[in-house]
């Protein structure tokens, strides 16, 4: 089955700065998705991102699917984006796999 | 309102004792998952219905149980929980993503079940 790393497994920030997310995953995926786990342990999608790039807000995503990886890209951070952020890959017609999340600590 | 809702949110019990997590959908999706994420963070897949059919089996333990008595709703059942069972278990619905390809089904969580077993 698809191998899916995310990397960095830490992070901390402080409010304002930028961060970049990345998963890296072994073979084809026919989907790709961001999601992010508050500190509630709620999990909220952010995209559904086969290929190209999205943005909603200050959050934008990139999936270069050819060169399987794709980015998140957290800009002018907030304390309220802390939390787990996971990407999962579809493998076969409805399976998710995930990677194992980067844990963002941001700091006021 | 709530697209996917679980209950109960918490669930404490001994083990040996049989539990049932409910899962139920609102968004029309044919589709339902359980998935589980253990004490490190870690996502896993247990189970797929489709239409009310098993679609996905994950090497889980006999133990437990799917059933899916329409295509709104997923039940997960245990039996005889372990200490090991002690997860958040995580229902979760797709649907075919209007104008993409066959495959392309965006799944949507459930808030989560936190199965504590003593």
């Known amino acids: 089955g698809i191998q899916v790393e995310q990397s960095p497994p830490d992070l901390i920030l402080q409010e304002g700065a930028n961060s970049t997310l990345r998963c890296n995953f072994s073979?084809?995926?026919?989907?790709l998705q961001w999601f992010h786990q508050n500190p509630w342990g709620q999990l909220i999608n952010l995209f559904y991102?086969?290929?190209g790039t999205k943005q909603n807000g200050r959050l934008s995503a990139t999936t270069v699917a050819t060169e399987r990886y794709s980015l998140l890209y957290i800009s002018s951070s907030q304390t309220t984006d802390s939390g787990v952020y996971f990407c999962?890959?579809?493998?076969?017609?409805?399976?998710?796999?995930f990677g194992q999340g980067t844990r963002l600590t941001i700091n006021p | 309102d709530t697209a996917v809702s679980q209950t109960p949110k918490y669930l404490v019990t001994q083990m040996g004792n049989d539990k049932s997590i409910k899962c139920e959908q609102n968004l029309g999706h044919d589709t339902m998952y359980w998935y589980k994420q253990d004490s490190k963070k870690f996502l896993k897949i247990m189970f797929s219905?489709?239409?009310?059919?098993?679609?996905i089996n994950e090497t889980v333990p006999n133990r437990f149980s799917p059933k899916s008595p329409d295509k709104a709703h997923l039940n997960l059942h245990i039996n005889s929980l372990e200490l090991g069972d002690s997860a958040v278990y995580f229902c979760a619905s797709s649907h075919p993503t209007a104008g993409g390809p066959l495959f392309s089904y965006e799944q949507y969580f459930g808030p989560g079940t936190r199965l504590t077993v003593t």
């Open positions: 991102i086969p290929s």
């Open positions: 999962a890959g579809k493998e076969g017609a409805q399976k998710l796999v």
């Open positions: 219905y489709n239409n009310k059919e098993l679609i």
């Open positions: 073979d084809s995926v026919n989907n």
